[in-house]
């Protein structure tokens, strides 16, 4: 058993990685401490930028009791205003490419490596047409719209 999780650490799978993150936010909500600057910098290495890394926090702090207004300061504002304006395409673009991975060699196949080559195999027309196609509470998750009154409705 140890071999398996030490080979699954090695190949670094996605949902590993940003695993890592949601753990963190889930145990200390609002702060980012060393360990989870350690996570955001493992999901940096994955896809290359800070903004999935940034996003799984931010989407779990507000998904589970955070607000907008607890996570007051420039540099969360500036984080979600940036996440809403621009880098939510980017983030549904990873996931779109994530299902593509998966499609192609299984569940929980998706390390950095196939991540990359599909990423760059994706033309930039089939990721617009994906990001036109999806639904508005699709588009709100990704944009870090209304997550709390999600959890309320559940």
């Not at 609002?30 to 890394?53: S, T, Y």
Request: charged fraction near 30%; glycine fraction near 6%; hydrophobic fraction near 40%.
């Amino acid at each position: 058993m140890a071999f398996e999780i030490q080979s699954l650490w090695e190949r670094d799978e996605f949902y590993s990685a940003t695993g890592d993150v949601a753990s963190n936010a889930m145990t200390k909500p609002g702060a980012i401490d060393p360990q989870m600057q350690r996570a955001l910098k493992r999901c940096k290495k994955f896809v290359g930028h800070d903004w999935l890394g940034f996003w799984v926090m931010l989407k779990c702090w507000l998904e589970n009791g955070l607000t907008e207004k607890d996570l007051a300061g420039d540099d969360f504002n500036k984080l979600i205003k940036a996440i809403r304006e621009k880098a939510w395409k980017e983030i549904a673009a990873i996931y779109y490419t994530i299902d593509e991975v998966e499609a192609k060699f299984g569940r929980l196949t998706c390390s950095s490596q196939r991540f990359c080559e599909m990423f760059e195999s994706i033309s930039t027309e089939v990721f617009e047409k994906h990001i036109k196609s999806l639904s508005p509470e699709e588009v709100d998750e990704f944009k870090l719209i209304g997550l709390a009154d999600k959890r309320k409705k559940q």
